[in-house]
């Protein structure tokens, strides 16, 4: 490796460990449920996932797992969800 590489290598292993410096604000996921995959979004702070409890409810397990995942870059009405209210990391919902 160039030795002009080997800075820009450990800023970005730092970044990497500073992960509420990035905020999503567009993802599309592919999530492998207990049942079968499903398709999760987030849009302009909006989820959306292609499984049937999020059509009756507007939340499910799998956005409610991708909060927990992501929750520092997440804004905060990202992590706002209608079946468990904020989600926050280390509480079991």
């Not at 398709?39 to 999020?54: E, I, K, M, N, R």
Request: net charge negative.
């Amino acid at each position: 490796m160039h030795s002009s590489m080997v800075g820009k290598v450990e800023k970005a292993m730092r970044y990497a460990h500073e992960s509420d410096r990035v905020k999503i604000g567009r993802l599309d996921a592919s999530f492998t449920g207990d049942n079968g995959s499903h398709t999760v979004s987030l849009d302009a702070d909006q989820w959306h996932c292609d499984c049937h409890l999020f059509e009756s409810a507007g939340g499910c397990s799998h956005t409610l797992a991708m909060q927990k995942i992501l929750d520092s870059m997440l804004s905060d009405a990202a992590k706002e969800t209608p079946l468990y209210g904020h989600v926050e990391v280390g509480v079991s919902a």
